[in-house]
């Protein structure tokens, strides 16, 4: 599947993107918030959580690194960060919306991982991973950043909605679903189905050698 890079696709591509880079960027302030680094750090992990996903999918799919080419998205990333970093210095902020902004980016970055990809004419398989690896290697450089264990390899059902999700949403385009209606359905399964998976524990067997 290929779709042509229309004008009003691109829009598209252009918002879903930059709202993942936002809630995305946020995450990555709220779990360096829990660490105590200062505001260039926090900076630095908002940074690589909403842009690092994004940046090797362009890298592997040879194309201008979506932020370079673009800086709005750059800039978009440290105003959030800016924000929620003055804004948690006057707020209690609950951990649980740590997660909530990570199932958001997941979810937005999901969708536009597997559209860029789709535009390249990657093949669907292809395209589907790729939103998952948009979706799942910004959280992964925070968390390693933030020296932790990465969420996606331990967390109840994280790349496993990501992927299911992106797949639903090709699903849709093929059979010539509405291009926004098809992210909205999409993203807001990936989101859904990633907090109810939080909620009740649900997770794929875990790997373990029989003694």
């Not at 599947?1 to 004008?7: F, G």
């Not at 829009?11 to 960027?25: D, E, F, G, M, R």
């Not at 690589?48 to 940046?55: D, Q």
């Not at 890298?59 to 948690?88: E, G, H, K």
């Amino acid at each position: 599947m290929i779709l042509e890079p229309t004008s009003g696709l691109l829009t598209n591509l252009y918002w879903i993107t930059l709202l993942a880079v936002i809630v995305s960027s946020a995450s990555g302030v709220l779990k360096a918030g829990f660490k105590q680094f200062d505001l260039f750090g926090v900076i630095m992990i908002a940074i690589a959580t909403g842009l690092g996903g994004g940046s090797l999918r362009d890298v592997l799919l040879d194309r201008n690194v979506f932020w370079i080419y673009d800086q709005s998205f750059f800039i978009a990333s440290i105003v959030s960060a800016v924000v929620i970093f003055f804004v948690a210095r006057l707020a209690k902020i609950s951990p649980k919306y740590f997660l909530v902004a990570d199932a958001a980016g997941l979810a937005t970055f999901g969708i536009a991982g597997t559209l860029v990809a789709l535009i390249v004419g990657a093949p669907a398989l292809v395209a589907s991973f790729m939103g998952v690896m948009t979706g799942t290697l910004g959280g992964v450089f925070r968390d390693v950043l933030c020296n932790e264990q990465p969420v996606v390899f331990s967390s109840p059902l994280y790349a496993t909605v990501s992927w299911l999700g992106s797949l639903v949403f090709i699903g849709l385009l093929y059979y010539e679903v509405d291009l926004t209606t098809a992210a909205i359905v999409a993203g807001a399964g990936i989101f859904t189905a990633r907090l109810l998976a939080i909620q009740f524990n649900i997770s794929l067997p875990k790997f373990r050698i029989k003694s």
